[in-house]
């Protein structure tokens, strides 16, 4: 038998997490007598969404088929999407019509131009990729964060700090909200490219360390750009609470710029303007030590 098409196959597991959410009276429908599934039956679904129970079967089993739009706007209705998870519907659909991908997956690269948009902003920024890969920061994220670039590229992720780092869930109030969020980002960065050796390596690694990945994992949630409030406590500037937000890049997918900011007027924005204090000062160090150390030569006449 042949191997399923990557993105028909993701479709036919969004499609059974999306079915395994609703319950029949959710689509007014009657429960009826007692059920072996918690969510929406299969033929329950295809008979709101006017298919038959085989068609929609073969889509759930990711099997060759190619729906058309008039087939998934039924089905999204069916289901109850809303605008993220039918965009992502139709971003799987779509992609499964054509031939197996065979993308070209060069390395992430931040462009010039945006490294300098991060050092001019007054607030800690990163930028992210497709994966949740922190691809570059300014120097207020670095006194936030404590140094990312004393870690091995390859463990400067998002997802991985946050399920792997034991004082993530100090840091974060709504912790595993948060979370939902970052695995929300990964899964729609991923239906560009569902077997990239990167995002396989990522979730394998959370899969087998984490039980609480796994099911968050498991539920398919998307969410193509998100915000939220996070705690962070730093040994200088002290307790802080910043509002994230992000914004889309260039490409498709491109990275996200991620930025922390604080509401003016609030003992959050003095704490912030305590830690730009800091990271100035630092600054100013880092280049005193370089003059301090640059090599003295000397002309003989």
């Not at 019509?97 to 462009?111: A, I, L, S």
């Not at 990729?129 to 300014?138: E, F, K, P, Q």
Request: with cysteine.
């Amino acid at each position: 038998m042949a191997e399923p098409h990557p993105h028909a196959r993701e479709l036919g597991d969004f499609l059974r997490a999306r079915r395994n959410r609703l319950r029949p009276q959710d689509v007014g429908l009657e429960p009826g007598g007692r059920r072996k599934v918690t969510g929406l039956r299969r033929e329950e679904l295809a008979l709101l969404a006017g298919l038959s129970t085989d068609y929609y079967q073969r889509l759930e089993q990711g099997r060759e088929v190619r729906p058309s739009d008039d087939v998934l706007d039924a089905i999204a209705a069916a289901l109850v999407l809303d605008e993220q998870e039918r965009a992502h519907l139709f971003a799987l659909a779509r992609a499964a019509r054509r031939p197996k991908p065979t993308p070209p997956r060069r390395p992430e690269r931040v462009p010039d131009s945006t490294r300098n948009l991060l050092h001019v902003l007054a607030t800690p920024a990163l930028v992210v990729g497709r994966h949740l890969d922190v691809l570059a920061w300014n120097p207020l994220a670095e006194t936030l964060f404590g140094g990312p670039r004393d870690h091995p590229p390859e463990r400067l992720n998002l997802l991985l700090g946050l399920f792997l780092d034991p004082e993530s869930r100090l840091r974060c109030p709504n912790w595993e909200g948060f979370a939902r969020q970052y695995i929300g980002m990964l899964r729609t960065g991923l239906a560009a490219d569902p077997t990239h050796p990167r995002a396989t390596a990522i979730i394998g690694e959370l899969s087998i360390r984490s039980d609480e990945f796994r099911r968050m994992w498991a539920r398919h949630d998307v969410r193509a750009s998100v915000h939220g409030t996070k705690v962070f406590r730093h040994p200088e500037a002290g307790e802080m609470t910043l509002t994230w937000d992000t914004y889309p890049l260039p490409g498709n997918p491109g990275p996200l710029l991620l930025v922390y900011t604080a509401e003016p007027g609030t003992p959050d924005a003095e704490r912030l303007q305590l830690l730009a204090s800091l990271t100035a000062t630092r600054a100013a160090g880092h280049r005193a030590s370089a003059r301090n150390t640059r090599p003295v030569t000397s002309s003989r006449g």
